[in-house]
């Protein structure tokens, strides 16, 4: 069902019948439903999909997002439980044998992760409302692309509510400073990811970084490895994080999101819309990720 704020200020809520979704984007199902409640009211269109991934160009561009590195797993409520193995004293990476390894140390346990809702508020153009077809590719365009970056700052340095840590801040995480050219740094590092008994399959770099891998040759090399190479400009320009994405993380998708429209509440008495979705973070091996020191050109 969709909800729309009575107009006449009562309080009351009316319904209407959501609109059948069909091929539609979210923009399309928005603008449709925009369409049938009329030119009054406050409006919330709810979807049982995760937002950020209906970004149109995704489909078209191969650009990774910090949530495409991470496996990903639906979560009927919260706090949804997951296994944690924090590693059992120091950290010892020389070993040749499976009993002085480190997981041979590792203390499984059952955890737990609440989950929370990324919000973010977007002016709408004065009239866009009368164009169904303008309003949903704004939406799709714009402002689900916005639900992606607050996605990434969220993933990297953590919620408001704490929900999320952060990777970039994660207790049991590495890191490693060095003065190496940014490739032999870059397999250097990656090469300790796996001394933990992962596998690096991931890097999340800064645009500055990701382009300088670009030009000089080392992105190609690492996708022969294996490795996928998330750009964000929420990443530090001097720092990569690489990991064992998969191994280490799983994002809980409930499935629940919205777009609402605020009639007038934008500065100038402009229309605003809302998007909202809702994640979790579950850390099964924070060992398994390292942030890497860099000096950019």
């Given amino acids: 069902m969709l909800t729309t704020a009575n107009p006449n200020g009562s309080g009351a809520v009316s319904t209407l019948t959501r609109p059948a979704v069909d091929e539609r984007t979210p923009g399309e199902t928005f603008a449709a439903a925009v369409a049938s409640a009329g030119e009054h009211g406050d409006l919330t269109v709810p979807f049982g999909i995760h937002l950020p991934a209906a970004f149109p160009l995704f489909a078209s561009r191969p650009r990774y997002t910090v949530r495409h590195l991470l496996k990903t797993a639906p979560v009927p409520k919260a706090p949804a439980p997951y296994v944690y193995e924090p590693t059992r004293g120091a950290l010892t990476t020389t070993a040749t044998s499976y009993a002085a390894t480190p997981e041979a140390a590792f203390a ?20 866009i409302l009368a164009h169904p077809k303008l309003l949903a590719s704004f939406v799709d365009l714009r402002v689900l ?15 408001p509510d704490g929900a999320i840590q952060g990777l970039l801040r994660l207790p049991g995480t590495r890191s490693v400073e060095t003065g190496a050219d940014m490739e032999a740094a870059v397999t250097s590092a990656a090469a300790e990811v796996e001394e933990t008994g992962g596998s690096c399959d991931g890097i999340v770099a800064h645009p500055s970084v990701y382009w300088e891998l670009v030009r000089t040759g080392a992105l190609s090399r690492l996708q022969v490895a294996g490795i996928t190479v998330s750009r964000t400009r929420m990443m530090p320009r001097d720092r990569l994080l690489l990991g064992d994405f998969r191994a280490a993380l799983t994002l809980l998708l409930p499935g629940t999101g919205s777009l609402t429209l605020h009639r007038g509440a934008g500065i100038g008495g402009a229309d605003v819309i809302e998007a909202s979705t809702r994640i ?8 398994h990720l390292l942030t890497l020191g860099v000096n950019p050109r």
């Fill in 145 to 159: 692309v916005r639900l992606s970056v607050l996605e990434n700052q969220s993933l990297l340095h953590g919620t």
């Fill in 280 to 287: 979790g973070l579950a850390v099964h091996l924070p060992q």
């Fill in 108 to 127: 499984p346990r059952l955890a737990s992760t609440p989950l929370t809702d990324l919000t973010v508020a977007v002016t709408l153009p004065d009239g």
